[in-house]
């Protein structure tokens, strides 16, 4: 039976050993970025599994330094295998090289990257929070999905893997946002969450602003304010423009409502808030028509 076990084993016998001589090891950053082996103990990881991955990630990343047309896609397809074994950083360096292809004579393809980058986020909520790498999260929202989805994508043509990524965002927005998560994050980590939020609020900000729904765009800026500066550039810098935005848009959206404050008329069609009437003196309030602003203004006399 025993004897079985190892024939069994053996094909990967030879690369477990591999990995245990070169001591080139890094599966503590692995398991944080692979999904478990057994779904009712999230914490099994198996060493089989997790060695395959890292050796083929490791002959991955050696083909792509050797810069080969060969080796490149031999090396995509290393990095599909690793993918199919679980791993969110296989996935998420496939969506990069789709993105931003290291040869020259390779064409961007943004679906493709698009493609990645959302198995990749599939991949990582499947590994519970507490072991999530928030590094590997960062790349995959800054460098994949925000560069996607504010430079690369077209709001029409790609309307479908737009929202998709947005509704994966928000998943791991909501996984990101408990409060037992967030309460044990270290100074670093905090800084990393951070720069996440910030890059995710301003991805359903801009997605408002581009379907011209200017007060849901102004409150989702604003709210990409409100994270806070965090220390990692990019976020930063993001906040900065996020607080830019939100100036230009606040110009485009009436602060007067566009209710007849006498009659409660309702205006709905552009026409019909074009003809309100806005009060000269208090500014804060619209009429329907010429009697309703003259009773209006009326209520003015009385203080
Ligand atoms: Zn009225
Ligand atoms: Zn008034």
Redesign the pocket.
Known sequence: MGFEISKEASPYLLTVNDAQLSEKSNLPRLTTTLVCDDIDNPSITLPLTSTKVQNLIQEAERRLDAQDVKDYSQSINLLQQATILGSAYAAAKLGSLYLNPLNTSTAPNYLSAAGYYSIALKLISMIPCKWWDLKLLLDIISGGWYELICSRFDRRRDLYTWNHGIKLMKQIDKKLQDPDFTGVLSLKDNEKYRAIRIHMVYCYALTAEVDNDYPLALKLYQETERVGFCRVTLADKLIKKAHTKYRLLESRVPRVQPVCVQCGFVAKELTEIWRLLV?S??Q??ACCNRDCLAK??KS?DKF
């Open positions: 009060c003196k208090c804060t309030v209006h203004l003015h």
